[in-house]
């Protein structure tokens, strides 16, 4: 059984991504991250809060020491809530749009991961604490497939990515927009430094990108095959895939000491290799 995102929900976030992440939680689109407009962790659910947990994270240079797990309970389901510091606590209620408290730079992100707002649901009953276990998450809201080329001018540059002028969104605020496959449906994930991906119009089979296959589908789940992303001829660790409603919507180039800058034009294109890039 899925949980179902309303339209109203997503709308107060930028961006969402089901399966961009290396980790258990987000197997078969069983989490979702949101990606609030500010650093203003805002609940996407309605209930009374039930616990909160500080845990240890990877010790990274860009982030912070510890991460948080607040758990409401929203009446058919338990919510799971990670990379808010909380400023509530068990008893309190909150509403869908409220302020939880800051969001944290956390470890479990890679240094190209903005903040976000983490969310999976369980059973009543269920054990909370365990990364796994939680329920697939369905979104009730319209993705407007992107056709691109794979060409772009770097308009953004961080220490691990670089974000590109293309594809541009269609319609900024009024739609959902994803870069799609060759076959017209909007890709999910980290493509392919992460293990797998997502594709948000289920399908079986074969999937291609830039004319190339880069994996198969079984539902919404795709498994990567083994190829490599090349930047101007130079390889790349990924590319970066996630809904948005922003207009700062771009390719996300996931490059380490790259020598991008603001203003490059780039081409980005694929090919089979026997040496994936795998990062989780």
Same mark, same amino acid.
């Given at each position: 059984?899925?949980?179902?995102?309303?339209?109203?929900?997503?709308?107060?976030?930028?961006?969402?991504?089901?399966?961009?992440?290396?980790?258990?939680?987000?197997? =078969?689109?069983?989490?979702? &991250?949101?990606?609030?407009?500010?650093?203003?962790?805002?609940?996407?659910?309605?209930?009374?809060? @039930?616990?909160?947990?500080?845990?240890?994270?990877?010790?990274?240079?860009?982030?912070?020491?510890?991460?948080?797990?607040?758990?409401?309970?929203?009446?058919?389901?338990?919510?799971?809530?990670? =990379?808010?510091?909380?400023? *509530?606590?068990?008893?309190?209620?909150?509403?869908?749009?409220?302020?939880?408290?800051?969001?944290?730079?956390?470890?479990?992100?890679?240094?190209?991961?903005?903040? =976000?707002?983490?969310?999976?649901?369980?059973?009543?009953?269920?054990?909370?604490?365990?990364?796994?276990?939680?329920?697939? *998450?369905?979104?009730? @809201?319209?993705?407007?497939?992107?056709?691109?080329?794979?060409?772009?001018?770097? @308009?953004?540059?961080?220490?691990?990515?670089?974000?590109?002028?293309?594809?541009? =969104?269609?319609?900024?605020?009024?739609?959902?927009?994803?870069?799609?496959?060759?076959?017209?449906?909007?890709? &999910?994930?980290?493509?392919?430094?992460?293990?797998?991906?997502?594709?948000?119009?289920?399908?079986?089979?074969? *999937?291609?990108?830039?004319? /190339?296959? @880069?994996?198969?589908?079984?539902?919404?789940?795709?498994?990567?095959?083994? *190829?490599?992303?090349?930047?101007?001829?130079?390889?790349?660790?990924?590319?970066?895939?996630?809904?948005?409603?922003?207009?700062a919507?771009?390719?996300?180039?996931?490059?380490?000491?790259?020598?991008?800058a603001?203003?490059?034009?780039?081409?980005l /294109?694929?090919?089979?290799?026997?040496?994936?890039?795998?990062?989780?």
């Open positions: 059984m899925a949980v179902t995102l309303s339209e109203d929900v997503l709308r107060r976030y930028r961006r969402f991504s089901l399966y961009n992440s290396p980790y258990p939680a987000h197997d =078969h689109g069983c989490a979702i &991250d949101l990606y609030p407009e500010t650093n203003d962790g805002l609940s996407p659910i309605a209930g009374e809060v @039930v616990a909160t947990k500080t845990v240890r994270c990877p010790d990274q240079p860009y982030a912070v020491d510890h991460d948080h797990l607040i758990v409401i309970d929203c009446d058919e389901y338990v919510a799971r809530i990670l =990379h808010v510091d909380p400023t *509530v606590e068990p008893g309190d209620i909150v509403t869908i749009g409220d302020s939880l408290g800051e969001m944290v730079r956390s470890g479990f992100f890679g240094q190209w991961v903005d903040n =976000h707002v983490h969310l999976g649901f369980r059973e009543q009953g269920q054990n909370y604490l365990r990364a796994g276990g939680s329920l697939p *998450v369905d979104v009730a @809201v319209a993705v407007e497939p992107l056709d691109w080329d794979g060409s772009g001018e770097v @308009v953004a540059v961080g220490e691990t990515y670089a974000v590109l002028d293309a594809p541009t =969104h269609p319609a900024p605020g009024e739609c959902f927009a994803g870069i799609a496959a060759d076959s017209g449906a909007v890709l &999910d994930g980290g493509l392919t430094h992460y293990t797998g991906g997502g594709i948000l119009t289920p399908t079986q089979g074969p *999937v291609s990108f830039l004319g /190339t296959p @880069v994996g198969v589908a079984d539902g919404r789940d795709v498994t990567w095959d083994d *190829v490599e992303l090349r930047a101007n001829g130079e390889r790349i660790v990924g590319l970066s895939l996630f809904a948005a409603q922003d207009g919507f771009g390719a996300k180039l996931v490059a380490f000491d790259h020598e991008f603001v203003g490059d034009d780039v081409e /294109t694929v090919r089979p290799t026997d040496d994936p890039i795998r990062l989780g």
